[in-house]
């Protein structure tokens, strides 16, 4: 597996990879790899012939300092994991790389997309996110790029993204994974104590019965204020938002279905750290 830190040495390998007429597979992540990443890597590796990993801790994407000071930074580890998950090429730009001397980011508004749940609680998150997934994927080229569904609004915002900026590039959503308790995985779990891990797994747990009550049904809105009532009382967690959206357009939807793309999505901040997750609600 090869490493390389310039867009210039960077286009030279996708370049030759792509005159042969192979596919390029893209997985932007922002280190401390864990098993969720790994199953992305392999899914690219599975579909393309050439998958390149990018590692960047992108700043203009944190809208606190403290979680920007403190986000977990493991280079060695993730080239190793990378390369067991089948990666070809891992990117690790400098900051200067991608941004020249200028952090300054367009705002950006793709409506309801980027301006409720977590672009409404997180100022300035999205246009981080997206200007820097535009310069990864100006500089990748890639035929497919692979995001998971962790980040279930971000996703949506990059299928826009792509839908708006780069013709022909397929955007692949890869399934959530959780630890075997229950927990969404997340470079940022490493940082929560055992009792605060204990507080956290209320998140998933609610979820389920969400998804449970709501396939036995129930009414989503009524299972939706149950959650808000219980958060209320759950000592260390302060919830942000609980409701239920279509995955795509993030608007609000309490109807599940066949197939509708129902998801019911939660945010808390536990211990200081700021958790997302999600499930599909539509059943069958
Ligand atoms: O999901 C992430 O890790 C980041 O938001 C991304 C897509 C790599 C952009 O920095």
Known sequence: MKRCDTKAQLGVMVQQTRAVGKKVGFVPTMGALHPGHASLIERASNECDFVVVSVFVNPTQFDNAQDFATYPIALERDIDVAQAAGAHAVFTPKVVELYGGDLAVEPVNYGRLTSTFEGKMRKG?????????????????????????????????????????????????????REEDGLAMSSRNVRMSDDDRQTALHLSGWLKSIRADASAGIEVGKLLDKVRLEAAAVEGLE??????????????????????????????????????????????
Do not use: W
């Open 125 to 177: 998150h999205f246009d981080g996110v997206v200007a820097v997934v535009r310069k990864l994927f100006q500089a990748v080229q890639a035929d497919a790029a692979y995001f998971g569904e962790k980040d279930l609004q971000q996703l949506a915002v990059i299928r826009r993204l792509a839908a708006d900026e780069f013709e022909g590039l397929e955007i692949v959503g890869c399934p959530l994974i």
């Open 239 to 284: 919830l942000e938002y609980v409701d239920a959206v279509n995955g795509h357009t993030f608007e609000p939807q309490q109807v599940t279905g066949n197939g509708n793309g129902v998801f019911a999505i939660i945010a808390a901040d536990v211990g200081g750290i700021r958790l997302i997750d999600n499930c599909r609600l539509a059943c069958s």
